[in-house]
C-alpha cells in the first residue's frame, strides 16, 4: 500500500497512520489492544519497537488488511506472518479449483474474480461475452473490470443507467479506499468520478446492471461479492468473485439460450 508504506518507514508511524484512518485515538486503540497509552506513544514515535506479537495486535485491533500486515512487520523487523503465492503456484490448487468450481456452476449466467485492484483473474464464458464490442486494446492483460465498465470505448455506451451503475461503483471504491489507503485504488476512483458523480435516487432494493448487448438486446442483472471466509495468505485475502443474475425473465431467458449447454470457465486472464 504504497500510500502508507515504503521501505524508509517505521512501524510505529505505520501504526500510527492506521490508527488515524481508524479514527482512533491512542487511548482508544490502547484500550482495545490491551496495552498502556505510554508504551503505544512509545512505539508510534519510534521509542520503542514492537514485538511481532504486539504488531500482530495491533494489526487485529486496526483491522489490517494482510499485505500490509506483512509490511509492518518487516518495518519493524520482523518476518512476515502470511505466506503470497500466484495462483498458479502448487500451494493454492486447492482454492483454485474452488474457484473454477464456482465459475462454472454459475454457468449460463456470468461471474469473474478480481484482485483488490479489479484486475481480472478469471471468468466464465458468460461474462467474456459481456465483453464483446470492446476495443481491443483495453483488453489486453491485465483487464480492469472497472476501467471496463466506465470507458467511452468499452462498456459505459452500453449501460442504460450508467449515472446510477458509477454512483455505485464510485461508492464502492470509496469504501475500499477508506478500508485499505490503496494508491491504486485511489486512482481508479478518479477514473470513475471524472468530472463528479451525482449521487442518483432510485427505488430499486439492489443497483441493477442495464447493458445493451451488440446484437440490442437489453440486459439487466444484479451482482453478489464472494470472498474467501478465512484467508491467510496474501492473494487468496485480496480475490473477490463477481457474481451476476438476471434481475427479469428476459434477461433470464436471453443468457440461457445465448450461453448454450457447453460454455465452459474462461481460462486465468493474469498468472
Do not use: K
Not at 144 to 166: G, T
Amino acid at each position: 500500500m504504497a500510500s502508507l508504506a515504503n521501505v524508509n518507514t517505521t512501524a510505529g508511524v505505520l501504526i500510527r497512520e492506521w490508527r488515524q484512518r481508524r479514527h482512533l485515538s491512542q487511548l482508544e486503540l490502547a484500550g482495545r489492544a490491551d496495552v498502556s497509552t505510554r508504551h503505544l506513544s512509545w512505539i508510534e514515535t519510534g521509542r520503542s519497537r514492537p514485538t511481532s506479537t504486539m504488531v500482530m495486535r495491533l494489526c487485529d485491533h486496526l483491522e489490517v488488511p494482510l499485505r500490509e500486515q506483512n509490511q509492518l512487520l518487516l518495518a519493524a523487523g520482523h518476518a512476515p506472518a502470511h505466506p503470497e503465492h500466484q495462483l498458479s503456484d502448487p500451494p493454492m490448487a486447492e482454492a483454485n479449483a474452488a474457484l473454477e468450481t464456482i465459475l462454472r456452476g454459475h454457468h449460463p449466467y456470468p461471474a469473474l474474480v478480481v484482485d483488490r485492484h479489479w484486475d481480472l483473474v478469471a471468468a466464465n464464458d458468460a461474462a467474456y461475452a459481456f465483453m464483446a464490442g470492446i476495443d481491443e486494446d483495453l483488453l489486453e492483460p491485465p483487464i480492469n473490470v472497472i476501467r471496463l465498465s466506465v470507458h467511452p470505448r468499452a462498456l459505459a455506451p452500453r449501460i442504460l443507467n450508467l449515472a446510477e451503475w458509477r454512483a455505485h461503483l464510485a461508492e464502492r471504491l470509496r469504501r475500499e479506499h477508506d478500508a485499505t489507503g490503496d494508491e491504486a485504488t485511489r486512482a481508479l476512483l478518479a477514473e470513475v468520478v471524472g468530472d463528479g458523480v451525482e449521487p442518483v435516487q432510485s427505488a430499486a432494493l439492489v443497483v441493477p446492471l442495464q447493458l445493451r448487448m451488440p446484437d440490442g438486446a437489453v440486459l439487466s442483472c444484479i451482482t453478489t461479492t464472494t470472498v474467501f471466509g478465512t484467508p491467510r495468505e496474501v492473494t487468496l485475502s485480496e480475490l473477490a468473485i463477481e457474481a451476476f443474475y438476471p434481475a427479469d425473465d428476459a434477461t433470464r431467458a436471453y443468457l440461457q439460450a445465448a450461453a448454450g449447454p457447453d460454455a465452459t470457465t474462461g481460462a486465468p486472464a493474469t498468472a
